[in-house]
């Protein structure tokens, strides 16, 4: 009696609250009724029950389901074939807790849903919505399931206000125009069970924050149709505890898979059409739940994995050893390890197969060098490496020379290379190590360690992991650049102190030593097509080549930024020999960047900074070369722009004639356009080719029209042309530069150049006569073939239709570009 007594008070409390009387129950709330009336006219072709009006009656308006207060709770009309629209007064059933709209042929908005606080159910899949309301997903802290597949909505990307939605189970939005990068904020979903984003337009990398989704047991982000679809490393997946579904197929993933607990639940991996490098980890293979594994056209590498799993799809498409499981090749192996602690990068990618020292059906391994089947060289440098040194090198027991110059690698040099018994040559340089250099006892061993960060701790730089230390996406320069930024303004002009100091103190002590060195030869070594110049004939026109140096160079130069150029500045640009011995450790052999018309190029080392090191022929250093050096001195002293290569100083020593210029990281435009295999570098994009032409008609633009004088630079060719580490180029080598008066149009007394580089109407008007001595270039080597008139141009002026602050396309004409298609 007691007990019922409880249930009956708030039933006859509801009731007497219930405004139209006892018979509320069975009818509906009025408001929401007329939405429902209001919904069966919006929509054309209504469900045939719903007749009348009694909505809450049960046998008519079936999928309609209320309260016992009349309000409408539940919606469910899904597949009934409907189309139509939805009403905008939807929003006003505060007490519904499902709408179930899917499989129907409804049109236009969805109307707001902000004040449904109840809701929980939400299928609006399989539709023909264009739009969502401008506060979708706000005010909906009950949803648990909400599920929108195939939209043709228009692009949107998830708002913020879905982190409200926290008791969100499912969460499953594929082919529905969802763009932009990955929404980082649904790690804030903590609940979530299944995150379906698939056949969407998402790009860019997995934010590192969803590990935190704890229960997610299926993550479905296959199929992106952007351009760039998701990239970049699935580290994040291995982390997700309650894994049990993922598909990633289909993206443009890089990196290697990574390690899974052993307590993994995964059933279903597919990563399937990405480009994943790296050797399957035995991790993954061992999981014991795993049923489905699809791994084909990825770029794996090493041993090819046995899976015990139902459905195993991994034949097509990779690269590892051999046909079959078993082990690889050792120098495969311990490859492999050396790429391991690089993070498998792509560019290591082609470390496939079995034969890393070439072979059958086997591509070349870039930048291994083998001998009798055994790698004796690993040179790398310039290939964006990041991550660390593997101590696996020590196992290249022949190794001779190892270069990984200019790259971003962290941690420290692996003691393990001072056994290397024939190592020779180690170049790091450029890096961003820490910690110390080993002591290397090799004889004659060469050493470059300039460009790293000596002295700092490993914990400092975030990097010296294990092998999945390259992977991690975060950039471990920039947590402590800010503080360490005073610290190596500091010691960079301290060192600029102490150089200038002890070079002015060594420069009388080691006057006598100066003069040891052998004399330089041009002869080029290997049979490298060296295009030579034509010679000069007649005798020298008007050239205007001062006879002396001035001292103060640059002086109306308005330094705009502090770069290297301006440290020498400040000291004059002339160098003692010494310090310029120093700096290329007496001209070593090894340290030769390149061979000119008239010199060897040196890679140097000053005030810590890389530098060229130009040493001008002594040879055939008469009238024509001390002219062209003079000339090259007289024109960078008037000349100064971003894409002409700077000269931060120079020397004269009794014979010996030598420039100093900015190092150009990138290398020559001839190696990005000839020499791929030799260099190793990828062919160049149609837009980095475009960039480059601008780049250097730019630069040439201002030496015949913007500059003080006019100049010709008379020598433009790919070998002249450098490019730094982001492949923007600037013109170099003005050894030939003629100046030309204004006025004067007719200054052709002497033809200069290289054959195959001039400009034809220069060539064929005013070569007669002339004797040169050299072939054309190779017809396989002109992918983009560069030349400029060498008549003077008329200053540059902007056309007067030409909108400021863009140049126009056709008004870089003071030089005469042509590009010719090459394979990219
Ligand atoms: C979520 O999706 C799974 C799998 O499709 C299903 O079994 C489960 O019932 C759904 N949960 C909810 C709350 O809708
Ligand atoms: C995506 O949705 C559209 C309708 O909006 C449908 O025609 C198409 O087949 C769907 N695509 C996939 C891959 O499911
Ligand atoms: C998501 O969670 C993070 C951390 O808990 C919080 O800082 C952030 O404001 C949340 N985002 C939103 C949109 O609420
Ligand atoms: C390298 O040599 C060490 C010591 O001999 C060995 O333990 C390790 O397995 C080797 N690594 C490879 C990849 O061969
Ligand atoms: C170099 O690598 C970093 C990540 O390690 C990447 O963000 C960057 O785009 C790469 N640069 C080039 C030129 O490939």
């Not at 195939?150 to 499912?170: F, M, Q, R, T, Y």
């Not at 149609?686 to 480059?692: A, D, G, L, N, S």
Request: hydrophobic share 40%; with cysteine.
């Amino acid at each position: 009696m007691g007990r019922e007594g409880f249930l009956l008070l708030p039933l006859l409390i509801l009731l007497a609250l219930a405004a139209p009387g006892p018979a509320a129950a069975a009818t509906a709330n009025t408001a929401d009724a007329g939405v429902i009336l209001e919904l069966a006219k919006s929509l054309t072709n209504p469900p045939p029950s719903w007749t009348g009006t009694d909505v809450c009656g049960g046998a008519t308006f079936q999928g309609i389901t209320c309260d016992g207060a009349g309000r409408v709770t539940g919606i469910n009309l899904a597949k009934q074939s409907l189309s139509g629209t939805l009403p905008a007064s939807l929003s006003d059933l505060t007490e519904l807790q499902w709408l179930l709209l899917q499989g129907n042929a409804l049109e236009g908005a969805v109307p707001s849903l902000a004040r449904m606080g109840s809701l929980e159910t939400l299928a609006l899949d399989g539709n023909a919505f264009t739009a969502l309301p401008p506060n979708f997903l706000e005010g909906l802290p009950s949803l648990r399931s909400l599920s929108m597949e195939d939209l043709p909505l228009k692009s949107w990307s998830i708002p913020d206000a879905v982190a409200g939605c926290a008791a969100l189970l499912n969460f499953s939005i594929s082919n529905c125009s969802v763009s932009g990068p990955f929404p980082a904020v649904l790690a804030n979903l903590t609940s979530l069970q299944l995150l379906r984003l698939s056949y969407n337009y998402l790009t860019g990398g997995l934010p590192m924050v969803l590990e935190g989704l704890g229960s997610l047991e299926s993550l479905q982000l296959n199929n992106q149709k952007s351009g760039e679809k998701l990239s970049g490393p699935i580290d994040v997946v291995a982390k997700l505890p309650s894994l049990k579904t993922l598909w990633l197929q289909s993206n443009s993933f890089t990196g290697p898979i990574p390690e899974f607990s052993p307590d993994s639940q995964l059933v279903d991996f597919n990563v399937r059409d990405n480009s994943l490098t790296g050797v399957v980890p035995p991790s993954l293979i061992g999981i014991a739940s795993l049923q489905v594994v699809k791994l084909s056209n990825n770029k794996f590498q090493g041993p090819k994995p046995k899976f015990t799993a139902t459905t195993v799809d991994i034949d097509s498409g990779n690269g590892f050893c051999l046909k079959d499981p078993g082990p690889c090749n050792p120098l495969v192996t311990i490859l492999l390890d050396v790429a391991s602690g690089f993070g498998y990068p792509p560019q290591l990618s082609v470390w496939a197969g079995n034969s890393p020292c070439g072979g059958s059906g086997n591509g070349q391994w870039l930048g291994v060098i083998c001998k009798n089947n055994d790698v004796i060289q690993i040179n790398l440098p310039r290939k964006n490496l990041s991550g660390m040194i593997s101590p696996a090198f020590a196992n290249l027991t022949r190794l001779q020379k190892l270069d990984l110059s200019n790259n971003q690698l962290t941690g420290k040099i692996p003691d393990s290379l001072t056994t290397l018994a024939t190592l020779n040559y180690l170049d790091v340089s450029n890096n961003r190590l820490t910690g110390q250099v080993p002591e290397f006892n090799q004889p004659d061993i060469k050493l470059m360690t300039a460009g790293n960060r000596w002295g700092e701790s490993d914990s400092d730089s975030g990097g010296g992991g294990g092998s999945d230390g390259g992977s991690s996406p975060s950039n471990p320069g920039s947590r402590n650049s800010k503080s360490n930024a005073g610290m190596i303004i500091g010691i960079l002009l301290a060192v600029i102190l102490l150089v200038v100091c002890v070079g002015l103190f060594l420069h009388h002590r080691r006057k006598k030593n100066v003069d040891k060195f052998s004399p330089v030869s041009t002869k080029s070594p290997s049979g490298e097509s060296e295009m030579m110049k034509i010679q000069v004939v007649g005798t020298n026109g008007n050239s205007n080549v001062s006879g002396s140096i001035p001292t103060e160079f640059f002086s109306h130069v308005s330094a705009d930024s502090t770069n290297i150029a301006d440290i020498f500045e400040s000291h004059g640009m002339q160098l003692p020999m010494s310090v310029l011995l120093k700096a290329t450790n007496n001209f070593d052999e090894d340290y030769i960047l390149g061979r000119g018309g008239f010199g060897v190029v040196f890679k140097g080392t000053l005030n810590g900074n890389l530098v060229a090191v130009k040493r001008c022929d002594s040879g055939t250093m008469g009238t024509k070369g001390l002219q062209e050096f003079m000339a090259e001195i007289d024109v960078l002293r008037k000349v100064r722009h971003r894409h002409l290569v700077a000269l931060l100083g120079y020397c004269t020593h009794g014979n010996e004639r030598l420039l100093v210029y900015e190092y150009m990281s990138g290398g020559t435009l001839r190696e990005h356009l000839c020499d791929l295999q030799q260099s190793g570098y990828t062919p160049l994009t149609w837009t980095q080719r475009m960039t480059i032409a601008l780049d250097v008609a730019r630069g040439i633009e201002y030496l015949h029209g913007l500059a003080q004088e006019t100049f010709i630079h008379r020598d433009l060719k790919p070998s002249n042309i450098l490019l730094d580490q982001d492949l923007r180029a600037k013109v170099s080598d003005f050894g030939l530069v003629k100046l030309a008066k204004d006025t004067d149009k007719s200054m052709m007394t002497r033809v200069a150049g290289t054959f195959g580089y001039l400009a034809p109407e220069y060539a064929r008007f005013q070569i007669l006569g002339q004797t040169f001595s050299s072939a054309c270039p190779p017809a396989s080597c002109a992918p983009l073939a560069v030349y400029h008139s060498a008549h003077p141009a008329p200053p540059y002026r902007r056309p007067p239709s030409a909108p400021p602050g863009r140049l126009p396309m056709t008004s870089v004409g003071a030089s005469t570009l042509h590009l010719r298609g090459g394979s990219s």
